[in-house]
């Protein structure tokens, strides 16, 4: 089992920057590749961003391009999410997750593991 807990979401105004972590516990961090979804009510959960086991590959949905940052710290067993430029659309519940495969992977049934979200609202 691993364990996955996410902080550092919060209210913001558009054009503003948050940092979201995501610790894990129980089993080798390492061992894992990780990624980042969304959610808004009465929507499908989306792909955001994903990186591989030891973080030399990473991968974004398109809507965050350029804008979202995913990064890791594997002797701290942590990952994170810096957004930058966070707009409207961004509000939503992000939600951390680890695959036992190789990463990069952009649906959710590929992960095994999932935290119990932490909220981002932007407002405009």
């Known amino acids: 089992q691993v364990q996955l807990v996410e902080s550092g979401g919060g209210l913001v105004q558009a054009g503003a920057s948050l940092r979201l972590s995501c610790a894990a516990s129980?089993?080798?961090?390492?061992?894992?590749?990780m990624g980042w979804f969304r959610q808004v009510p009465g929507k499908e959960r989306e792909f955001v961003a994903a990186?591989?086991?030891?973080?030399?590959?990473?991968y974004y949905g398109d809507s965050v391009k350029g804008r979202f940052t995913i990064s890791r710290d594997n002797e701290k067993n942590t990952v994170y999410l810096q957004m930058d430029s966070l707009k409207p659309e961004d509000t939503a519940i992000y939600y951390c997750a680890a695959e036992r495969g190789y990463g990069g992977s952009h649906l959710p049934g590929e992960y095994d593991y999932w935290g119990q979200g932490t909220q981002v609202t932007v407002s405009s």
């Open positions: 990186i591989s086991r030891l973080g030399g590959r990473t």
């Open positions: 129980g089993r080798t961090f390492s061992n894992y590749a």
